[in-house]
């Protein structure tokens, strides 16, 4: 089904990274600062879903980081902006048929848990999906994976521990907990925070779930990590905006770069 990007981008470079990495709010200027090989713009390829949400490049960007080959997805496609599940997810199964076999996602979330602030960044230790359509529904390719994969190491355990400790030797203060993906774009309301609180949720953002699902099926090993940006609705007396967002993320950013790029070499 991706033969004739992997055939476009193959005619541009024969560049075969190991690590994928998308990057979510306030980490998008991290593909400007690496040692860049090639790019590929998301419109440059046939039936490819664009990115259209604010601060959300639409390109590939192939380099080295920390001496590992990645490829970077320079801003990501959402549900709200009217793809499916299955489009979204397209460039994922891209990557991993470029060759890259480990899968960074880092997004910006609202903060459920309590325990939580703005500016603080929490690793996705698993996530709650059935807000959300699967990217798996209609015909299963077997080549690719499994009809019905198992999501009990979806956000690998042994990432995981190293991405702990990569964050302990750099003194970086990270949680960690489950993230639900919502479709938005509006955010939520108190009641569905208190919602999806009693489900478990520690998190709350418009990504990343379906993304892992897909990963997982494709045999990509993942790692996710969020960046809170704002308390969860109804938690504060307070409208909740894409601009807080945004505020925060560009705030935290370098933090953010630095904890992805150490993880990029631990993995
Ligand atoms: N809700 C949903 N998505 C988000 C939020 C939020 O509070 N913050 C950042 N992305």
Do not use: W
């Not at 709010?25 to 490819?48: H, M, N, P, Q, R």
């Not at 991993?96 to 076999?101: K, L, S, V, W």
């Amino acid at each position: 089904m991706l033969e004739k990007q992997l055939e476009y981008i193959r005619s541009k470079t024969d560049f075969v990274p190991e690590i994928a990495v998308v990057l979510g709010s306030g980490l998008g200027e991290l593909a400007d600062k690496i040692d860049i090989k090639c790019t590929v713009d998301y419109s440059e390829l046939e039936d490819f879903p664009i990115s259209t949400a604010p601060s959300h490049k639409g390109r590939f960007v192939f380099g080295e980081i920390e001496g590992k080959k990645v490829v970077l997805m320079q801003g990501r496609i959402h549900l709200y902006e009217g793809y499916s599940s299955k489009q979204i997810t397209l460039p994922i199964r891209l990557m991993r048929i470029m060759g890259a076999n480990k899968l960074i996602l880092t997004n910006a979330a609202g903060g459920i848990n309590s325990a939580f602030s703005p500016g603080d960044f929490m690793m996705i230790s698993d996530h709650i999906s059935c807000f959300v359509d699967s990217p798996l529904i209609g015909k299963n390719n077997d080549t690719i994976g499994s009809r019905f994969p198992d999501m009990g190491n979806a956000y690998d355990k042994d990432f995981q521990r190293i991405v702990k400790k990569v964050a302990y030797d750099n003194g970086i203060k990270i949680h960690n907990g489950v993230y639900v993906q919502l479709k938005g774009p509006q955010f939520e309301s108190p009641a569905e925070i208190k919602m999806l609180s009693a489900l478990g949720a520690d998190a709350v953002g418009m990504s990343t779930v379906i993304e892992t699902i897909a990963a997982v099926h494709c045999g990509f090993k993942v790692c996710g990590i969020s960046l809170i940006t704002n308390y969860a609705c109804g938690i504060l007396d307070k409208a909740l905006s894409g601009e807080e967002v945004v505020e925060t993320a560009d705030r935290v950013a370098p933090d953010f770069e630095k904890l992805i790029k150490e993880i990029i070499k631990a993995i």
